[in-house]
């Protein structure tokens, strides 16, 4: 399998997973048709993911003569390590239904750093409680940036919705908080399904690849859950059934492909590069993806645009809190 030897690369790779899991959600705001509602969506969505980490477990998972390749490391696979990837994949899909509901209700820039924020300062607290690494004062000041990040998101938020909104807005807020407690647990069983040295994985661990690969087959298997009851009972917009998608057109079936795509091409170089360059640094680089939502969410898609004087402010202060939070978070981990 390939198995990345350069730090410089590594982080770069690191970078791209930042841009990917910050762009992603760009794909559920291009779809053509406007009653196509996020659980269709959703459907492709997880049908592009697992095809993708297919993709990668058979080219960059199965070619060279290091490590082991993709078919083998199935095979070897215990039961615990395949059911903790598949596990890791059910729960971030609880997580990622929810936060792309949020994202309907209160948009890229809102979603994100509530959703994700409360998931990497989660996430870094149950991972330091189970393995304690790291200086936990630095570790912990880098946590409070980051929640001191989501507290001036939710003020800007609040500023820029009308009274109407209200409703909307704390459905919204409610729901990426929900989605980033959830987030924040899913990463660890991922790992824990994982050998820590790529070139001679431990006997019954898996590669990333094959990881990926079991992540991918938890999130599309649960889906037949989950997705079908929000469906049913929508988080936002109006019930759909079945039928529903299959009226829809190719480029709203493209874009839930290229999203769930996008996003596992992130997954996959944040768990190849990890090996150079060590999860804190892999995660905390990925976790930078919020940064490149709330560029799309303000800039792009104009979220905040309606806002009075004064947001902006609370906008640059949202970005260097978390900036800062997960450059202390890395250091910490150094």
């Not at 991972?127 to 939710?154: E, H, K, M, R, W």
């Not at 094959?210 to 997705?227: E, I, P, R, Y």
């Amino acid at each position: 399998m390939f198995i990345v030897e350069s730090y410089a690369v590594a982080i770069i790779m690191c970078f791209i997973t930042m841009i990917c899991w910050g762009s992603w959600a760009n794909t559920t705001k291009l779809v053509s048709n406007k009653k196509w509602e996020f659980p269709l969506f959703y459907w492709d969505y997880s049908i592009g993911l697992l095809l993708c980490s297919l993709l990668f477990a058979f080219t960059l998972g199965s070619m060279g003569e290091a490590g082991r390749s993709f078919i083998p490391d199935i095979q070897q696979a215990s039961s615990s390590s395949l059911m903790s990837a598949i596990l890791a994949g059910i729960i971030f899909n609880i997580s990622n239904i929810l936060l792309v509901a949020s994202i309907n209700l209160a948009g890229m820039a809102v979603a994100f750093p509530v959703g994700v924020g409360l998931a990497l300062a989660l996430g870094v607290i149950t991972t330091y409680i189970g393995n304690p690494q790291g200086d936990p004062l630095i570790l912990f000041l880098g946590v409070a940036c980051v929640v001191s990040a989501i507290i001036f998101t939710a003020i800007a938020y609040g500023r820029v919705t009308q009274e109407a909104d209200k409703s909307r807005r704390n459905k919204g807020l409610i729901t990426a908080i929900l989605a980033g407690i959830i987030m924040g647990w899913f990463f660890r069983f991922l790992a824990d399904s994982m050998s820590d040295n790529f070139s001679q994985p431990a006997s019954g661990l898996m590669t990333p690849y094959s990881a990926l690969v079991l992540f991918a087959v938890g999130l599309f298997l649960s889906n037949f859950v989950l997705n079908t009851l929000v469906m049913k009972k929508p988080i936002s917009g109006e019930p759909v059934n079945g039928k529903m998608y299959f009226s829809g057109s190719l480029r709203d079936h493209v874009c839930g492909w290229l999203g769930g795509m996008i996003w596992c091409v992130g997954l996959a170089f944040s768990l190849i590069a990890s090996g150079q360059a060590g999860y804190a640094i892999s995660y905390g680089l990925g976790q930078g993806a919020t940064m490149i939502a709330v560029i799309w969410g303000v800039f792009i898609w104009r979220e905040f645009a309606s806002a009075p004087a004064g947001t902006n402010k609370l906008l640059l202060t949202m970005f260097i809190s978390y900036i800062v939070g997960i450059v202390l978070i890395i250091a910490a981990n150094q």
